[in-house]
């Protein structure tokens, strides 16, 4: 028998955020989402990343709430799980949250000048965990059939 989908508590959620460093960023730009990976750690009930100056930056400090998401597969219980952290970026600018934010272990994946820090402080933090289905669930008469190729 399936479980439901559970709805995680804030601490649970919180959990699952110190367990990945990678995760993607939404942000509003102009009249549209967009979506950025991007590396981040959890400190002090925040998420910070490095960046350089561009699309994301500006528009993740711009009056436009931000949402990053993360997700994972835990294989010995065929259990998904996904967290989502809705709330402002600011910008890291202090001399002193500058230094402390140097401490952290953020290590972005993209070489290349990466002198922007900045934190997102939430108003909301979600999650839920699922349980995975079975592949075979959605499997048709025509799954796995070879089809013509459309050029």
Not at 73 to 87: L, N, Q, R, T
Not at 118 to 131: A, C, K, N, S
């Amino acid at each position: 028998m399936m479980k439901d989908t559970e709805e995680l508590p804030a601490s649970v959620c919180w959990a699952l955020l110190r367990t990945t460093s990678v995760g993607r960023l939404a942000v509003w730009v102009e009249d549209h989402p967009d979506i950025f990976p991007l590396n981040y750690t959890v400190d002090h009930g925040t998420l910070v990343f490095r960046s350089r100056d561009g699309t994301k930056v500006s528009n993740a400090l711009s009056d436009a709430p931000v949402a990053l998401e993360i997700d994972g597969y835990d294989a010995s219980f065929s259990m998904a799980w996904s967290v989502v952290v809705k709330g402002r970026a600011e910008d890291i600018h202090q001399a002193q949250d500058l230094i402390d934010t140097m401490d952290l272990r953020l290590f972005p994946w993209q070489a290349g000048e990466k002198n922007r820090f900045l934190r997102i402080v939430p108003d909301l933090v979600t999650g839920r965990r699922f349980p995975v289905a079975d592949p075979d669930t959605w499997r048709t008469p025509l799954s796995g059939v070879r089809r013509s190729s459309t050029e």
